[in-house]
Each structure stands twice: as C-alpha cells, then as structure tokens.
C-alpha cells in the first residue's frame, strides 16, 4: 500500500494497492458519510471487519451508523456473511442488503411478501 497525492482528494488521504485499486481513509463515520453525500452515492458499504469491532467497543454503534446512513438517504449493504451468526448480526443493524458467498442468504433472508 502506498499513499498517494490524488488530485481530487475530497480531504481525505488516499492510498494506491496495486496498479487498480485506490482507497480513502477516513477520520470518522462522519466524514465518511459526509463524502458519501459530496459523491452523490446512494449506498455505502460496511463490513463485517468494521460492524463487529465497532459493536465489541460501543456497542449499538452498528446499528447507530445504519441510522444515521438512512436519514441522510443512503442505503446500507453489508459483507461477508459466512455463517448464520453473521446474517443475524447484521440483520440486527438494520442494513438494507446481506452480501453472502455461500448460498445462506436463500434460507435465511425474510420471504419476499406476494402483492
């Protein structure tokens, strides 16, 4: 990973891993969606790698970051779910979406309701 100088840096600092990919860092939750907004995005991410430590250390502060997502109007998927604890956990956020790699989501996402 190195840390680059992107012209268009939104204030956040940059760094490049491999020839493709370039990722942001982030100060906060705050400016993390702060940039969400000044991007126009309509969905952010969040990882099992972010909710678990974050929830282990604050606990509700999961759920509070999907909350504070939704009120600006953003959309929440979440990733990975490699097992039913996961699903169940990030179902308890509240998230709008539960990426999973192997087929769990089938049985255990809710039953889509008939018009």
Known sequence: M???DK???LGLTWAEIGPVYRLPGYASVQ???GTGLATRVRIVGGELDF???AEQMQPGSGAAFVAAAHSLGLRVFADPVRSENDWNFFAS???DAIYSDIPL???L???IPER
Request: charge should be positive.
């Open 105 to 107: 989501g089938a049985r």
């Open 93 to 95: 956020l509240g998230v």
């Open 2 to 4: 190195t840390i680059i």
């Open 7 to 9: 012209k268009i840096s």
């Open 51 to 53: 909710f678990g430590p």
């Open 109 to 111: 996402q809710p039953v």
């Open 31 to 33: 400016q993390f969606l």
